[in-house]
């Protein structure tokens, strides 16, 4: 039952922490509850249907079918947090200090659920793909017995559940004018932790050399497995030995969206010039 | 030598080049346990590690050390590559199976 919360919890939180992220984005967005619950369960339906086909999406490509999923899957979320983040600088969120302008910022933010609808589906689908597919095998062929793995599987989804949320209360603490900043911040760091994971699926099915495998090791100061290292792996895209071409995705991805944010922000008019 | 012999003798080398680079590496799962439980492996090369997990149960070979993460379903092969490797102890696991699935690759 343990090994069972462990797993789910590992393969939940990652998921769970971008819901949080997402969920802090669009506080005062009308109708954002909806299309975030229909996220989530569009990507749990997603998630079955991708575990149910894990033997037919490995055997595509030469056997790299699973790396290249994942590696569009992921793609594509960078894409769209890259797309909200700029969407939103270029809408005047960053100046919404009071409330006339936070009207403003809403409208922006109601054309963004869409985008994060996408996000959340993806996420979730990914994560949930490999849960699915690990209580299925647990489930037929456990000793323990499958009300004891059920049983793991929830607790460990309440646990990744709560860090989710834990996420989300502590941002609702922030002060309104630094909240663009940092949940901003935050979704530039996710996006660029996920295109990290594109460049190491894609050297995974020797798609993309590595160039340096690894560039660096600091797993005697923090390893990957650990529990800070597994939320700052989630949150910032902390690698203890990345390899070189991961950092090259990491440092193209920040610096890409930064330039997009304020080539957008560029275009607002502030407020005291009007 | 010409232009156009060059570019056959060079088509004609490419491929050896590509397959010599990358050796396989075999190792099997079976009752949710690594066999060989130390792969040896060249230092300094990349390798076409292929696992061929003879459960019924998908597992899923994880390694921090060697940076890789890879769903395989029950009853089939997946090929993962790794390096080209320092010298040195790269322990692996199943993650859906760690109290038995245990491994290393070991680079020389």
Not at chain 1, 228 to 257: E, S
Not at chain 2, 44 to 72: T, W, Y
Not at chain 2, 87 to 98: A, C, I, K, L
Request: proline letters at 4%; aromatic letters at 8%; one cysteine or more.
């Amino acid at each position: 039952m343990i090994s069972a919360a462990i797993i789910v919890f590992r393969e939940t939180l990652e998921a769970s922490l971008i819901l949080g992220i997402v969920a802090a984005a669009t506080v005062g967005v009308p109708k954002r509850g909806r299309w975030l619950v229909a996220g989530v369960a569009a990507g749990i339906g997603g998630a079955l249907i991708v575990a149910s086909m894990t033997e037919q999406i490995a055997e595509l490509a030469y056997g790299m079918g699973q790396e290249l999923f994942n590696a569009i899957v992921l793609g594509t979320v960078v894409g769209m947090l890259a797309w909200h983040n700029i969407w939103m600088s270029g809408h005047g969120a960053h100046l919404a200090r009071n409330a006339k302008q936070l009207g403003r910022d809403v409208q922006a933010g109601t054309k963004a659920l869409p985008i994060l609808f996408v996000v959340i589906a993806l996420a979730v689908l990914r994560e949930g793909s490999e849960t699915a597919l690990f209580l299925y095998g647990m489930a037929m062929g456990s000793q323990e017995g499958l009300l004891s793995v059920l049983n793991g599987a929830a607790l460990g989804l309440a646990a990744g559940a709560a860090a989710g949320m834990a996420l989300y209360l502590g941002f609702l603490r922030i002060p309104t004018r630094w909240f663009f900043v940092v949940t901003s911040g935050l979704i530039l760091f996710l996006a660029a932790a996920m295109a990290s994971q594109v460049a190491r699926l894609l050297i995974q099915g020797d798609i993309l050399p590595s160039l340096a495998s690894p560039l660096w090791d600091t797993s005697v100061l923090l390893t990957n497995d650990s529990a800070l290292g597994t939320l700052l792996h989630t949150l910032l895209g902390y690698d203890a030995n990345p390899a070189g071409m991961q950092v090259v995705f990491y440092g193209g991805t920040l610096a890409l969206i930064l330039l997009g944010m304020r080539w957008a922000s560029r275009r607002v008019i502030p407020i005291a010039d009007r | 030598m010409s232009f156009w012999k060059g570019c056959a003798l060079l088509i004609m080398l490419f491929p050896s080049v590509v397959f010599a680079a990358t050796p396989d590496v075999h190792v099997s799962i079976k009752n949710h346990r690594f066999n060989p439980v130390e792969v040896h492996v060249p230092a300094g090369q990349k390798i076409r590690l292929i696992v061929d997990n003879q459960d019924a149960m998908p597992e899923e070979f994880e390694s921090h050390e060697l940076n890789r993460e890879k769903v395989i379903a029950g009853k089939s092969k997946a090929t993962i590559y790794i390096g080209p490797l320092e010298p040195g102890r790269y322990p692996f696991v199943g993650e859906f199976n760690e109290a038995t699935a245990k491994g290393v690759v070991v680079a020389e």
